[in-house]
Nanobody, 121 residues
Framework: QVQLVESGGGSVQAGGSLRLSCVAS????????MGWFRQAAEKEREGVAS???????TYADSVKGRFSISKDNAKNTLYLQMNGLKPEDTAMYYC???????????????WGQGTRVTVSS
């Protein structure tokens, strides 16, 4: 049973924009926290942004001012708007849901299959 399904990845030039989407099951959409992580080749998975059910969104320092996380409750969908993309943003991007907005990936309960983002210079 697929619970989180990402889409929207692709290849863009530096400075371009992409919007990632993550359609969630009702249960996972209502969990306390949803977020986006990314994993570049030969690097550890890192948090990009998170949005609690109640509270303030958080962003990694590397994406502040360029990325924006949001939710559409009518569609059970999580978004990540990415503007001003840089080559260092190239990675596989994963949607996640969990009971807490943990900084690291280990405390998140459920993961999507990922969507690839490639930014060329």
């Amino acid at each position: 049973q697929v619970q989180l399904v990402e889409s929207g990845g692709g290849s863009v030039q530096a400075g371009g924009s992409l919007r990632l989407s993550c359609v969630a099951s009702e249960y996972h959409y209502r969990q306390n926290c949803m977020g986006w992580f990314r994993q570049a080749a030969e690097k550890e998975r890192e948090g990009v942004a998170s949005i609690p059910r109640y509270g303030v969104t958080t962003y990694a320092d590397s994406v502040k001012g360029r990325f924006s996380i949001s939710k559409d409750n009518a569609k059970n969908t999580l978004y990540l708007q990415m503007n001003g993309l840089k080559p260092e943003d190239t990675a596989m991007y994963y949607c996640a849901a969990g009971s807490v907005c943990a900084t690291g990936p280990r405390r998140w309960d459920t993961w999507g299959q990922g969507t690839r983002v490639t930014v060329s210079s």
